[in-house]
């Protein structure tokens, strides 16, 4: 899929000449259009879908909720906070962007987190308040859009739609580099929170630190998210939906977490590739198809949930 993409636009590249292109055997022509414009959107892809998929995992498997996803329960409204703040008031570059949705993500996990404690954390309390912060978010959101000159309202509203386009290697870099660091955290800690999805006392009479295990993994699932949303804007429902389709294809228990990264990867890129494709010479930003097809997803995980009696 990815050699497929990295072929697709106004100018199609045959599957056979992009692998040969990116070995180094292509024309110039092809080398700039493969490994300068396209690598680096598919890279970005790849790597925000897996980011996604781990964080969406970590938070379901915390909060053992099928509905404990990062942009549900408000951090991806957050780190659209950060970014708009910057784009709006601070007038920043793509550099400043980036860092304000970074910062911006996680200081909502940090104020959903503390709001949500009361003697531990609760999976339902977590989302309930998650909710509660990312309407109270969108507002906010709306707001600095309403305030904005009209061109850093039009950049504005572009990021907050969340794409793919004009992605290149400023914003490989620091992502791989987040990945790099933040996924080997999540896996090394896999094992306990498995046994935390049996209940906190059940995972602290096995010797599991709950509330410490607890908050490096939010911790970790909230950077990851910010990472994303830092490179691609706030894209929706890949953190809710990859990890419930990574364990119907796995069909084991337990958080599914590198099945789940590898979902997302695959569900972002062929979503971006359906977006080039599908609307003729109108592309959709990415965000538009995740936020549709999440939506209908998601009505129907909620009728499922009611006919099963859990919500």
Not at 108 to 116: E, F
Not at 137 to 160: E, I, P, Q, S
Not at 190 to 213: N, W, Y
Not at 277 to 301: E, I, K, M, S
Request: charged share 15%; aromatic share 8%; glycine share 12%.
């Amino acid at each position: 899929m990815s050699v497929v993409l990295i072929g697709t636009g106004d100018y199609d590249i045959p599957p056979l000449d992009v692998v040969r292109t990116l070995f180094g055997g292509g024309t110039v022509a092809q080398d700039f259009i493969v490994n300068e414009l396209r690598l680096p959107r598919v890279l970005v892809g790849l790597l925000v879908g897996a980011a996604l998929g781990l964080a969406g995992a970590v938070f379901q498997s915390l909060t053992r909720n099928p509905l404990g996803s990062p942009d549900v329960i408000g951090f991806g409204q957050g780190s659209a906070a950060g970014a708009l703040t910057v784009i709006v008031l601070l007038d920043g570059g793509t550099t400043a962007v980036s860092v304000g949705a970074v910062v911006g993500g996680l200081f909502t996990g940090l104020a959903v987190y503390v709001l949500a404690w009361r003697r531990g954390i609760h999976g339902y309390r977590l989302v309930l308040v998650g909710i509660g912060a990312s309407s109270m978010l969108f507002a906010v959101n709306g707001y600095l859009l309403t305030k904005a000159k009209m061109l850093d309202a039009a950049r504005a509203l572009t990021w907050v739609t969340g794409s793919l386009n004009g992605r290149d290697w400023d914003q490989v870099w620091p992502l791989l580099v987040s990945c790099a660091v933040l996924m080997p955290v999540a896996f090394w800690y896999g094992r306990p929170l498995r046994m935390m999805e049996m209940g906190d006392d059940s995972a602290h009479a096995l010797g599991v630190p709950v509330e410490r295990t607890r908050f490096v993994l939010m911790l970790t699932a909230v950077l990851l998210t910010a990472s994303a949303a830092a490179a691609a804007g706030p894209l929706a429902f890949i953190s809710l939906v990859a990890p419930q389709i990574a364990r119907r294809l796995t069909r084991a228990p337990g958080p599914n977490l590198l099945p789940s990264a590898l979902m997302g990867a695959v569900l972002l890129i062929t979503a971006d590739w359906a977006a080039q494709r599908a609307f003729g010479a109108d592309q959709l930003p990415v965000g538009v198809l995740t936020g549709v097809l999440g939506g209908v997803y998601l009505l129907w995980l909620l009728a499922t949930e009611r006919r099963a009696g859990r919500i």
